[in-house]
């Protein structure tokens, strides 16, 4: 119990810090580079901010129940790909979009339902179902592409990511403002939120409070398969086409960011404004590299960097104080 306590008192901190690094980043690139402040540099950062952003949220969800979900990947691939056939089936019409849509978000909880049942149910390691799950949903995406790429999709689905609202702000931001207003007050003013930090915390004792462990599971899990397949239409959106690799790095970089935003990885802890603030801020450092024409491999490091810096500055308390105990 002196752990979570540890933790949670470190995570105003983080969020502290989190803030203060995204500041210097801001401030040194708009000094050394301009171009950094540049509205076209802004809006691409917004254009692709969500797409791994919402995914991070769905490992948030998982992670604060005392879970891990390794297939948000998965899920986002096959529901865009769901998404894709079905509007072109029906011929790329407002219609057949909306149909895709619902079809894609349908796929997002029936795959969330079953990463759920056989964790909840069946008791097999979240992580061992979710990387079976990825490898299962990837596999779904490679049988319907046979390999390449869906392409040919509607232009109006297109702007759903790229098209600007008054030519300022991406539509795709706009849906991760709603996705962090929602998820803030489901995790903070709601019975099911309460649950998960307690199920995360201690399952033996959630289950004696009343709680439905099974049934919290699911929905946990349903509610991280839904929001992969928000990351989904909007990966599909963005470059108005589907594939089964699309945003192959993004399972480590969503880890990163939960981690980063001070999400306990025992679960039971962390809250929604710490990874928001750790997504701004890797967006910010990947944006920065990407104007400094760094090279990719030297961009991983980085966050690998960022990561074991955050985390040994918020743990030299922790070690003054255990030194002087003892």
Not at 83 to 111: E, K, P
């Amino acid at each position: 119990m002196q752990q979570k306590k540890s933790w949670t008192k470190s995570f105003d901190q983080h969020t502290l810090l989190l803030f203060l690094l995204s500041v210097l980043i801001i401030a040194f690139m708009g000094f050394y580079k301009p171009k950094f402040l540049g509205n076209a540099n802004l809006q691409s950062m917004l254009v692709q901010l969500p797409e791994y952003g919402i995914l991070a949220f769905g490992m948030m969800i998982a992670m604060v129940s005392g879970g891990i979900d390794l297939s948000l990947v998965g899920i986002a691939n096959l529901s865009g790909i769901v998404a894709a056939v079905v509007m072109l089936r029906f011929g790329g019409t407002s219609a057949a979009i909306t149909a895709g849509i619902c079809c894609a978000l349908a796929v997002g909880v029936l795959c969330g339902m079953f990463n759920g049942f056989l964790i909840g149910y069946l008791k097999i390691p979240a992580m061992l179902v979710t990387l079976s799950g990825l490898q299962v949903f990837s596999g779904l995406c490679l049988i319907i592409t046979k390999g390449p790429a869906i392409t040919g999709l509607p232009e109006s689905f297109a702007k759903i990511a790229n098209a600007t609202f008054f030519g300022v702000i991406p539509y795709s931001a706009l849906v991760f403002i709603l996705i962090v207003v929602a998820l803030s007050y489901l995790m903070n003013q709601t019975v099911f939120g309460r649950q998960l930090y307690l199920m995360g915390t201690n399952t033996v004792a959630a289950s004696f409070t009343g709680i439905n462990i099974l049934r919290t599971t699911v929905r946990a899990y349903v509610l991280s398969g839904i929001l992969g397949s928000v990351a989904g239409i909007l990966m599909a959106s963005h470059y108005n086409s589907a594939k089964s690799d699309y945003g192959s790095s993004y399972t480590l970089l969503t880890l990163l960011i939960v981690v980063l935003g001070g999400i306990d990885p025992n679960g039971g802890d962390g809250k929604t404004q710490g990874v928001v603030f750790s997504i701004i801020l890797l967006q910010l450092v990947s944006s920065a590299f990407n104007i400094l024409r760094i090279n990719a491999f030297i961009k991983t490091f980085a966050w690998g960097l960022i990561l074991i810096f955050v985390l040994a500055v918020l743990n030299i308390p922790k070690i003054i104080r255990e030194q002087k105990k003892g």
